[in-house]
């Protein structure tokens, strides 16, 4: 392993070709995931048969947390873990630990279907997690066990969120992903299911990501439709964001009851302000998340790269960033082949 990199205040981090730092590390760590959501990983594709990678081709925990030190040292701020889904990694504790040590890491989080969260929320907290979010596409059970398309039931999710909660994971994030024709007719429900309980659900525009999910614009349900049948039932009004680059806008109830989120990259695209970083589960690097192909840090790893070698690589790919897909989502773009999410996470 190469030196040890210098204290944080000494480097300045790099900025792509519009300008944009780099601030957020998503790190997928398997490509592993238990449900077969109908818009992520439908199980025509991901079948029994369907190879997932194999052990040795993961980046291992040390291997992860070298590359997280690097980018950190280059501006990292917020680190989530991604998948697949996290949890099935094993030992996904450890990691937590050792990515919480990191000098300048200010927030950790981590996202997840919620299927084992109920019995490692507790765990995760203790090492060092900060916060979770839960992907939850209904709360009528129907609409959610044909979208999850393994049968799972909404309330082993609730039970999940209540012990993140328990376990001081706040506030927990839930991600509702909006397709039209299957679960828009939840948008309400949901709203009023976590309306009070200082939970904070964010409601995602069908998206375009891989090439597995049949994705059609008809399918879309604009953010601002969403937040109209919102508004028709419980008054909203708009927020501030918290920092530059969320993704979500936020969205207040009149009656101080809590807040909303939409996350409109399909008809309002925020890429201008992406400061996103993806590494894959057998460590590819991708500065977008349609990217087709992404940079191997596996092999600088495994091959004895010093972290100078490996944070000049980071550096010179980060330099030469020019995504914008969402902002140029058209004819340009459409049979560009890209990267599944269950290998960089959403």
């Not at 980018?71 to 996904?92: A, D, M, N, Q, S």
């Not at 300048?104 to 203790?126: M, P």
């Not at 049979?335 to 996470?345: A, D, F, T, W």
């Amino acid at each position: 392993m190469g030196r040890r990199l210098g204290r944080l205040s000494h480097v300045t981090g790099p900025v792509d070709t519009l300008g944009r730092p780099v601030r957020d590390l998503r790190i997928s760590v398997t490509d592993r995931c238990n449900f077969r959501c109908t818009y992520c990983m439908p199980k025509e594709i991901f079948s029994r048969d369907y190879q997932f990678l194999p052990r040795d081709e993961l980046l291992t925990f040390e291997e992860i947390t070298r590359v997280a030190r690097i980018f950190v040292r280059l501006g990292v701020r917020k680190i989530r873990l991604t998948g697949g889904e996290p949890l099935l990694r094993k030992g996904i504790e450890d990691l937590v630990g050792m990515l919480a040590s990191l000098e300048g890491v200010e927030d950790l989080t981590l996202t997840t279907n919620g299927s084992l969260l109920a019995r490692k929320a507790e765990a995760l907290a203790s090492a060092g997690l900060r916060r979770v979010t839960v992907s939850l596409d209904s709360t009528d059970d129907t609409v959610f066990m044909a979208m999850n398309d393994v049968g799972f039931p909404v309330e082993k999710v609730i039970e999940g969120i209540e012990a993140a909660a328990r376990a001081g994971l706040v506030p927990v994030k839930i991600n509702m992903v909006v397709k039209r024709g299957v679960n828009d007719g939840s948008v309400v429900d949901m709203a009023r299911r976590f309306r009070g309980t200082g939970h904070i659900v964010r409601f995602i525009e069908y998206m375009d990501v891989g090439t597995t999910n049949g994705w059609r614009m008809e399918d879309v349900v604009p953010a601002a439709e969403i937040i109209r049948m919102i508004d028709s039932v419980f008054p909203l009004e708009p927020l501030a964001p918290n920092y530059r680059g969320e993704v979500a806008n936020r969205w207040r109830y009149k009656d101080g009851s809590g807040e909303i989120g939409v996350i409109a990259s399909v008809t309002q695209p925020f890429c201008g302000d992406c400061t996103r970083a993806r590494l894959s589960a057998e460590g590819k690097l991708y500065t977008c998340l349609f990217a087709s192909s992404g940079t191997d840090l596996r092999r600088l790893l495994r091959d004895g790269a010093s972290d100078e070698e490996l944070e000049q690589t980071i550096r010179r790919v980060w330099e030469a960033r020019s995504d914008r897909y969402s902002e140029i989502r058209s004819s340009q773009t459409v049979g560009l082949p890209k990267v599944e999410m269950s290998y960089i996470g959403g």
